[in-house]
C-alpha cells in the first residue's frame, strides 16, 4: 500500500522498522470507515475479535487478551533516560542503549507473517494548540480499532504533520505475549515509545499512558505546560454559568464516577448540570488572558467495566451502548451481548467467560475479569461537554487532588496559595482495601496520582509545578478531598457519588470568593453548615462537623509516612525546597494545635 505521507522523517524511521520487525506487508491506516469495516471483517474473521448484537450492541466487538496479559505491568514498565537521575528513584530505569539492544533481539523478525499497520494519530483536536502527533506501528487489527477510537486517527494527522520531524514515534509488536520479554518503554530524548509482548490495551495503546502523560509530562516540563493523570469536568449553576475543575485520583477512588457526575435530585430540579471534558488525562497550558486552560487529548474512554451499571455510573453505561470493543468481559451466547459483574443480578445462564471457556454463574468464579474493559467513543456519552472539541480547552478555577484515607483526611480543605498546594498534591495517598492485593490500611503515595505515569525524576516534576506557579498571573485554587473517610464501625460517612457535587459547589464558591473558610493546621476548611445538606439523609450538621474535623494525632503520624516518601529522593536531592519547608510548616503547625 502506498505510504500517505512524503515526510521523509516519518518515511526513514518505518523503514528502518520494517527492516527490523520484517512485516508481511504495510498497511497505512487513513480512518476511513470502508477501510476499518474491511479491517474488522478480517478481525471477526480470524477470531481476533467477535460481533456483537447489532441491534443490542450496533457497531460493538467483544476481544479476549491472552490469560498472562491482562492489566498494565508496572514492573515491565521503563523510563530510558542517558542518566538514572532523570528517570528518578520512583520509575524503572535502564540505559537506552542497553534497552535499544535489548528490545531489537525481541522485535527482530518479530512480524514475520503478519501485517504491520501505520497508525497517525494526534492527541487533542488537530491543528489545535494543544495537539502533539503521533505514529504507531503495530501487528494488530485490535490496537488499530482502538486507537481510532481513542485518538483522532488517519491521513488529516499527516496533512497537519506536513514535512516536521515532531512525532511521538511508537512501535508495538504482540511478538509471543511472553510476559517474561514483556516491556513497555519511553525514551523520553528520543519521543520514542516501544511495547513488545503485549496485546493489553494499556500496554498497546501507544497515545495512552505512554504518550499522553510519561512522554508528555516530560515535554511539558521542557516546553512549559502540563500533562496530568486529571479528569475535567464543568459545573453549571441554575444561573448557566459553567465553572470547570481538573481533579487527580488514584486508582479506586471514583474518578471516572466524578467525571461523568449526575447531580442529586435537589440540585437537578434547580437546573444545576455537569459537563464530562476528560475523564482520565488533561493537558494544561497557561493561556492569553493569564489563567489555566485544560483539554482531554484524548477521543474517547478507556473504562473498567465490572461494577459500571445504571446506578454507580449511567453516563458511562450509555457511552458503551454502540461503537465499542469490550474486552475480557462474558459473551452471552443466547443472544451474542455481553456481561459483566456489578452490571446486574441477571447473569446469563449460557455463557463464555473472559478466558473463552463455558461458564456457570452459579460455580463462583468470575465470568469478565476485574480489570476488563470497554473502549467507547466520548461523544457516545450523555453529559459530555459542549467544549469537548474546543481546540482552546477550557479553563480551569480550580484543580483537585483526592484520595481514600480512614480517618486522616477530612472531606475537604484548600491549600493556602499555590506552593501549598503543590505540597499537598506530593503528599496524596491512598489506603489499601480488601480488594487491592496485600494487606488492608497500608498507606500508599501517589504524588498528583502521577507515580506510575511520570516520564522523568518526580522531584523535578514537583520543581516543574513549583515553576509553573510563578508564571501563572491568574491560578486557580487547589484543594484536596476525600470521599472515603469511616466511621468507627467501618461504614463509609460521606455518601459519595452525585453528593459529591455539594462539595464541589463549595469548591467553586471558594474560587469565586463567595463564602469564608476556616483556617486550620492543614489548609482551608469550610465551615460545616456551608456545605448543603438539603435532602441528605442521615447527615446533619454534626455529621459534617465530623468529616470536617482535623485529627492532629493522626496528621502527626501521617508525617512519618510523608517524610520516608521524601526520603526516597535524598540520593539526588530534588525534593525542592519549597515542599521541605510546607513540611517543616505543616508539623509546627500541629505541634501547636494540640
Given amino acids: 500500500m502506498a505510504a500517505l505521507t512524503n515526510n521523509k522523517y516519518v518515511l526513514d524511521w518505518i523503514d528502518e522498522q520494517v527492516a527490523l520487525c520484517q512485516p508481511d506487508q504495510v498497511v497505512w491506516i487513513d480512518g476511513s470507515e470502508e477501510q476499518l469495516n474491511a479491517l474488522r471483517d478480517e478481525a471477526c474473521s480470524t477470531g481476533e475479535i467477535i460481533r456483537l448484537n447489532p441491534e443490542k450492541h450496533p457497531g460493538c466487538f467483544l476481544h479476549r487478551t491472552a490469560i498472562n496479559d491482562v492489566a498494565r505491568v508496572e514492573n515491565r514498565t521503563f523510563i530510558c533516560t542517558p542518566t538514572r537521575k532523570e528517570a ?13 539492544a535489548k528490545l531489537n533481539k525481541l522485535y527482530k ?18 491543528g489545535s494548540p494543544f495537539a502533539k502527533y503521533g505514529i504507531e506501528l503495530t501487528d494488530s487489527i485490535y490496537v488499530v480499532l482502538n486507537m481510532v477510537i481513542m485518538t483522532r ?33 519511553q525514551f523520553p530524548q528520543d519521543n520514542a515509545i516501544c511495547s513488545v509482548n503485549s496485546g493489553y490495551g494499556g500496554n498497546v495503546l501507544l497515545g495512552k499512558k505512554c504518550f499522553a502523560l510519561r512522554i508528555a509530562s516530560y515535554l511539558g516540563h521542557k516546553e512549559g505546560w502540563l500533562a ?71 477521543n474517547g474512554f478507556f473504562g473498567v467495566a465490572p461494577g459500571t451499571n445504571v446506578k454507580s455510573n449511567p453516563n458511562a453505561l450509555a457511552a458503551t451502548r454502540s461503537n465499542t470493543i469490550f474486552t475480557n468481559v462474558v459473551l ?51 453529559c ?44 496524596m495517598a491512598s489506603e489499601t482495601t480488601a480488594a487491592a492485593a496485600g494487606a488492608v490500611g497500608v ?16 522531584g523535578d516534576y514537583w520543581q516543574h509545578w513549583i515553576d509553573m506557579g510563578k508564571k501563572i498571573p491568574n491560578k486557580p485554587k487547589i484543594f484536596n478531598v476525600n470521599w472515603f473517610r469511616l466511621d468507627d464501625e467501618g461504614h463509609f460517612i460521606w455518601p459519595g457519588f452525585g453528593d459529591n457535587l455539594r462539595v464541589l459547589e463549595w469548591i467553586m464558591k471558594r474560587c469565586f470568593d463567595e463564602v469564608d473558610a476556616v483556617e486550620t493546621p492543614i489548609g482551608y476548611m469550610p465551615n460545616p453548615e456551608d456545605i448543603n445538606i438539603d435532602g441528605l439523609d442521615g447527615i446533619t450538621l454534626d455529621t459534617m462537623k465530623d468529616l470536617l474535623s482535623v485529627d492532629v494525632p493522626m496528621w502527626k503520624e501521617d508525617l512519618k509516612s510523608i517524610k520516608e516518601f521524601y526520603a526516597k529522593f535524598d540520593e539526588f536531592d530534588t525534593v525542592p525546597a519549597e515542599l521541605k519547608a510546607h513540611l517543616a510548616g505543616l508539623e509546627d503547625r500541629l505541634n501547636k494545635a494540640e
Fill in 109 to 126: 523478525g518479530a512480524m514475520k507473517g503478519r501485517t504491520m499497520y501505520v497508525i497517525p494519530y494526534s492527541m487533542s483536536v488537530v
Fill in 384 to 427: 459530555i461537554s459542549s467544549e469537548f472539541n474546543n481546540p482552546k480547552g477550557v479553563p480551569l478555577s480550580a484543580i483537585v487532588f483526592g484520595g481514600r484515607r480512614a480517618k486522616t483526611a477530612p472531606l475537604v480543605y484548600q491549600s493556602f496559595d499555590w506552593d501549598h498546594g503543590v505540597f499537598v498534591g506530593s503528599i
Fill in 332 to 382: 452471552n451466547t443466547d443472544d451474542n451481548t455481553v456481561w459483566w459483574e456489578g452490571l446486574d443480578k441477571n447473569p446469563p445462564k449460557h455463557a463464555i467467560n473472559w478466558k473463552g471457556e463455558p461458564w456457570d454463574c452459579t460455580d463462583g468464579s468470575k465470568g469478565a475479569h476485574p480489570n476488563s474493559r470497554f473502549t467507547a467513543p466520548a461523544e457516545n456519552c450523555p
Fill in 443 to 458: 498507606v500508599r503515595r501517589d504524588p498528583m496520582a502521577m507515580l506510575p505515569f511520570c516520564g522523568y525524576n518526580m
Fill in 88 to 100: 528518578g528513584p520512583t520509575n524503572n530505569w535502564m540505559d537506552p542503549a542497553e534497552m535499544y
Fill in 153 to 185: 486517527a488517519g491521513k488529516q494527522v499527516l496533512e497537519a504533520l506536513g514535512d516536521s520531524p515532531d512525532f511521538i514515534k511508537g512501535l508495538h509488536a504482540k511478538a509471543d505475549i511472553d510476559e517474561e520479554n514483556r516491556y513497555i518503554v
Fill in 228 to 298: 496530568e493523570h486529571m479528569l475535567i469536568l464543568g459545573i453549571e449553576n441554575p444561573q448557566g454559568e459553567i465553572r470547570y475543575l481538573a481533579a487527580a485520583f488514584p486508582s479506586a477512588c471514583g474518578k471516572t464516577n466524578l467525571a461523568m457526575l449526575i447531580p442529586p435530585e435537589v440540585y437537578r430540579e434547580k437546573g444545576w448540570k455537569v459537563w464530562c471534558v476528560g475523564d482520565d488525562i488533561a493537558w494544561i497550558r497557561i493561556g492569553e488572558d493569564g489563567r489555566l486552560w485544560a483539554c482531554n487529548p484524548e
